[in-house]
Nanobody, 119 residues
Framework: QVQLVESGGGLVQAGGSLRLSCAAS????????MGWYRQAPGKERELVAA???????NYADSVKGRFTISRDNAKNAVYLQMNSLKPEDTAVYYC?????????????WGQGTQVTVSS
């Protein structure tokens, strides 16, 4: 059984900051890529940022320069520092991890955390 548990969402005014955290637990052999996705009402889920186990990062154009993804491999955790937030950043943010459980590999999702940015 693998779990991804997110925390850190909330309500913030435009221009403010939030930090999301996600920790993976269970019988994990190795985590390759960890990332954050978001889904706004009526829109498809989209990649926000991702980071490999060696620290290579990838960002959506809409968040470059404002968001920073990082991870702690020892804790199986990934973080998303969100600065200069805009109302269009409002969405449910989901943690995702591509990992090996030994005999199997797969991608796992957290339950999501709401981020609301007021204008």
């Amino acid at each position: 059984q693998v779990q991804l548990v997110e925390s850190g969402g909330g309500l913030v005014q435009a221009g403010g900051s939030l930090r999301l955290s996600c920790a993976a637990s269970g019988s994990i052999f190795s985590i390759y890529v960890m990332g954050w996705y978001r889904q706004a009402p009526g829109k498809e889920r989209e990649l926000v940022a991702a980071i490999t186990s060696s620290g290579v990062t990838n960002y959506a154009d809409s968040v470059k320069g404002r968001f920073t993804i990082s991870r702690d491999n020892a804790k199986n955790a990934v973080y998303l520092q969100m600065n200069s937030l805009k109302p269009e950043d409002t969405a449910v943010y989901y943690c995702n991890a591509a990992m090996s459980l030994g005999a199997t590999m797969g991608a796992y999702w957290g339950q999501g955390t709401q981020v609301t940015v007021s204008s």
